[in-house]
C-alpha cells in the first residue's frame, strides 16, 4: 500500500510527459530533430478541401516549417523582396490569428536564390518563448504570452550568397546559431537568455580561405548528441563536418568531403552520425552528393579511421533521410526513394515517387510521409519492401517540412497554413 500512491503519481507524471510531447513540436523536424512525431495516429486522406481543420493564408512569402508549443502555433515569413521580415503565430485548435508583427525591415537586402526566400529558417519554441532566425537579416526571443521582443541581434554577419536556410536549435541555455556564407563562415552559442554570445568558432582560414568563396557557404541545421558524456554539436559544413563541443566551441574531429552548400541535416542513430556531403563536383560542376557514416568517438582528422561507410547513389543534397527501426529512407531531389541499412549502408530497395522534392520525410503514426514540391504526398509503410498506403493532392507549392502534433498534420504551403485531420 506505501509505493501505491508513488507508483500511480509516477505513471501519471509519464501520461503527461508523453501526451506533452506528442503536443508540441519545437524545432525543424520535430522536437528531437530525427524526422520522428511522438503521435500515435495520422492523417491518411487529404485534399485542399477535404478533411481540413481550418486553413489559413499567412502573410507575406516563406519555406520555414512550424513550430508548436501548447495551443500556439509559429511561423515566420517575409515579403518577397526582403523589405520586411515578419513572425506570426496562430491557435492551434481554431487557427485564428494570434500575434503578427514585423520584426526586421531591411533597405537594402541581399540577393537570394529564386527557390529560396528569405524566411526559410524554422524557429525553435520551448514553453514561454519563442526563437526567430533570417540569417544575417535578424536573430530574436519573443514571450509567447505578451508577444513582446526580449531580445534582438542585429550585428551577426553573413554573406549568404543564395539566401538564409540554416534553422535554430536550443540546447540547455545555447540557442546555436549558423551563419555560414561565402566570407568567414561561422557557428555561434548565444545565451538564449539575452542574446548574447556564449562562444563563437569561425572555419579554419586556413582551409577555407584555399576555397573559392562560393564554396565556403553552407545550409545545414546541426544536431547535438551524447558521446561517451562529451556534448557535441555536429556540423556537416562546406568542405567538412565538424564536431564542437558543444559548451565551449572547441573542434573535436573532423571529416573532410569537399565541395559546396550543404543543406541535410545531420542524424544520430545507434552510435554513428549520418552526415551529408552537400555536392561534389566533377569536371567542374555540381554532380552528386555523398552519405557519410561516422563513428563520433574520435579526435582530430577522422576520415581515414571513423567513417564506417559512404553512399552516393541518389542521395538528397536538401532533403533529410529519416531512420525507422535499423533502416534510412532518403528522398532526392528528384525523387528517388532508396531505403538502406542504416548500420552498413546496404541497398534494401529503392523506388521512384512522383515529383521533386524540398520537403524532408517524417515517420509518424506508423508510416512516412513524403511530400513533394507540388504538393503530392506518398505515404508509405516502413520495411524491407517499398509499401504504399496513400496519396494525396493538396495542389499547392510545399517546401515547408509538416509538423505532427496531436491528430493533426501542420502543412505550410506557399500561401496557406492548413491544419489537416
Known sequence: MKTALPLAFILFLFFISCKNESGNWTHFRG??????????????????????????????HGWSSPVVYGKQVWLTSADKEGHEFYVVC??????????????????????????????????????????????????????????????????????????????????????????????DPYVAALDKNTGETIWKSVRPKEIYDLLEPVYRKSYQTPIVI???????????????????????????????????STVSQPLYYNGLVYVNSGWLFEDGKPFWTRQYAVNPTGKGDVTQT???????????????????????????????????DAMTGEVIWKEKLRGNFNASPIYAG??????????????????????????????????AVPAFVGDKMLLRTDKFLYAIK
Open 31 to 60: 522536437t528531437n530533430m530525427n524526422g520522428h512525431a511522438s503521435v500515435e495516429t495520422a492523417p491518411l486522406e487529404w485534399s485542399n478541401t477535404e478533411n481540413i481543420v481550418w486553413k489559413v493564408p499567412v502573410k507575406g
Open 90 to 183: 496562430f491557435d492551434l485548435e481554431t487557427g485564428k490569428l494570434l500575434n503578427e508583427q514585423a520584426i526586421f525591415t531591411a533597405d537594402d537586402p541581399q540577393r537570394i536564390h529564386g527557390t529560396n526566400s528569405y524566411a526559410t529558417p524554422t524557429p525553435c519554441i520551448e514553453s514561454g518563448r519563442v526563437y526567430v532566425h533570417y540569417g544575417s537579416f535578424g536573430t530574436a526571443c519573443i514571450d509567447t504570452k505578451t508577444f513582446e521582443v526580449i531580445w534582438k541581434r542585429e550585428d551577426m554577419p553573413c554573406q549568404h550568397m543564395q539566401g538564409p536556410a540554416s534553422s535554430l536549435i536550443l540546447y540547455n541555455n545555447k540557442l546555436i546559431v549558423h551563419l555560414e556564407g561565402t566570407e
Open 226 to 260: 551524447n558521446v561517451n558524456g562529451n556534448e557535441l554539436l555536429i556540423s556537416n559544413a562546406a568542405n567538412q563536418c565538424y564536431a564542437h563541443d558543444v559548451n565551449t566551441g572547441e573542434v573535436v574531429w573532423t571529416i573532410t568531403y569537399g565541395d559546396d
Open 306 to 340: 571513423h567513417v564506417k561507410w559512404t553512399y552516393e547513389d541518389e542521395v538528397p543534397q536538401i532533403p533529410t533521410p529519416v531512420i525507422v527501426d535499423g533502416l534510412m529512407y532518403m528522398v532526392h531531389d528528384r525523387g528517388m526513394v532508396t531505403c538502406l
Open 366 to 399: 506508423g508510416n512516412i510521409y513524403f511530400i513533394n514540391v507540388k504538393g503530392f504526398c506518398t505515404i508509405i509503410k516502413p520495411g524491407d519492401s517499398f509499401q504504399k498506403v496513400a496519396e494525396n493532392d493538396i495542389s499547392e507549392t510545399v517546401k
